[in-house]
Every structure is written in structure tokens, then in C-alpha cells.
């Protein structure tokens, strides 16, 4: 199964060239639409869900928005993935994300959605390196700094100690 989503939005763009080329594909494309006004009517589709993890347990693709939180489920279950970043979102950022997942080889970037067939087509055949979040340390610095402050210190020394430097759980033992 070929499964779309759009997250918490709308990208009637994206929905709309999916229902192009559902009758093409060979495998059910069963699309989540969010808030957007068009309707599918070539495959599945529902609006929301209270977890999107059944769809992607069943799911050969996941042809996606460029959202931070989709891109990082998808990979990290190790599903192919087609990632469209949302021109309308007003700061680009899903660029940056995708930029960088795409260059490391983890998705298929599709910048343009009049080539999403020969992406989905692509990412069918590609074999994408396993993606694991880097280690997490971010809650061990902010149980420091709130430390540092219930005790009275010196909180800028914390921050300064730890701006510009990639921390690693590791550096807490």
C-alpha cells in the first residue's frame, strides 16, 4: 500500500496529483487529507486519525509533506519515502530538513510534484540506508540549567557551556 499524508494542514496540490496517479499504481493508495478541500476519488482517503501508525505498519511508501514530525516517524520505521515540501508554508523550513535528509540518502526529495510518478517509481526501487536519531541531550542540559537556577548559580555559564556544541548523552556520565 502507498500511503499519503499531509499532517495537521492542508496540500491539496500534493492530494490532488496522488489521485492522478492512484489508477496507474499498482498497489491501494490510501491518503490522509487533513484539512484540505479536495477529495480523492481514486483511493481511500480519510482526514484525520488518532495515530497514523496503523497505516504506516501496512504501508510499502509513504508519500508525505515535508513536515519534521512525518519525515522522522517514516524514516525511523524504516519505510521508503517521498517527501514534497508544502510551497505555501511561509518560511520553507521543511526545505532545510529535506535538504539534508535527501543529501544523507534517507528519502527522495520531490521538488516537483508534475515528477511524484517517477519519484514514487524511483523510491520503489531504491534502497535507503537505516536512519536512527542521533542521541538525544537535550533534557539533560535543561535539568542542569533548571539545577543551576533552584540553586542560585551562575545559568549563563551553563548555556555558554554548551552553545554551538553538539551534546551527546554520553557527555552526563
Given at each position: 500500500?502507498?500511503?499519503?499524508?499531509?499532517?495537521?494542514?492542508?496540500?491539496?496540490?500534493?492530494?490532488?496529483?496522488?489521485?492522478?496517479?492512484?489508477?496507474?499504481?499498482?498497489?491501494?493508495?490510501?491518503?490522509q487529507i487533513g484539512l484540505g478541500k479536495y477529495e480523492p476519488m481514486h483511493a481511500?482517503?480519510?482526514?484525520?486519525?488518532?495515530?497514523?501508525?496503523?497505516?504506516?505498519?501496512?504501508?510499502?511508501?509513504?508519500?508525505?509533506?515535508?513536515?519534521?514530525?512525518?519525515?522522522?516517524?517514516?524514516?525511523?520505521?524504516?519505510?521508503?519515502?517521498?517527501?514534497?515540501?508544502?510551497?505555501?508554508?511561509?518560511?520553507?523550513?521543511?526545505?532545510?530538513?529535506?535538504?539534508?535528509?535527501?543529501?544523507?540518502?534517507?528519502?527522495?526529495?520531490?521538488?516537483?510534484?508534475?515528477?511524484?510518478?517517477?519519484?514514487?517509481?524511483?523510491?520503489?526501487?531504491?534502497?535507503?540506508?537505516?536512519?536512527?536519531?542521533?542521541?538525544?541531550?537535550?533534557?539533560?542540559?535543561?535539568?542542569?540549567?533548571?539545577?543551576?537556577?533552584?540553586?542560585?548559580?551562575?545559568?549563563?555559564?551553563?548555556?555558554?557551556?554548551?552553545?554551538?556544541?553538539?551534546?551527546?548523552?554520553?557527555?552526563?556520565?
Open positions: 500500500m502507498i500511503f499519503v499524508t499531509v499532517g495537521s494542514g492542508d496540500f491539496d496540490p500534493l492530494i490532488r496529483q496522488m489521485d492522478r496517479l492512484a489508477p496507474q499504481l499498482d498497489l491501494p493508495v490510501v491518503m481511500e482517503f480519510f482526514r484525520f486519525a488518532p495515530s497514523l501508525a496503523p497505516y504506516y505498519e501496512r504501508a510499502d511508501l509513504v508519500v508525505a509533506h515535508g513536515g519534521v514530525g512525518v519525515t522522522l516517524e517514516v524514516l525511523t520505521r524504516h519505510i521508503p519515502l517521498v517527501s514534497v515540501d508544502n510551497p505555501d508554508r511561509p518560511d520553507h523550513h521543511q526545505d532545510d530538513i529535506l535538504s539534508h535528509l535527501a543529501s544523507q540518502g534517507y528519502l527522495l526529495w520531490c521538488r516537483d510534484l508534475t515528477r511524484l510518478g517517477v519519484a514514487i517509481a524511483q523510491a520503489r526501487t531504491t534502497t535507503f540506508p537505516a536512519f536512527e536519531l542521533p542521541p538525544l541531550a537535550l533534557h539533560l542540559v535543561v535539568a542542569e540549567f533548571l539545577e543551576t537556577l533552584a540553586a542560585g548559580g551562575d545559568t549563563k555559564a551553563v548555556a555558554k557551556r554548551y552553545r554551538g556544541r553538539q551534546v551527546r548523552p554520553q557527555d552526563f556520565l
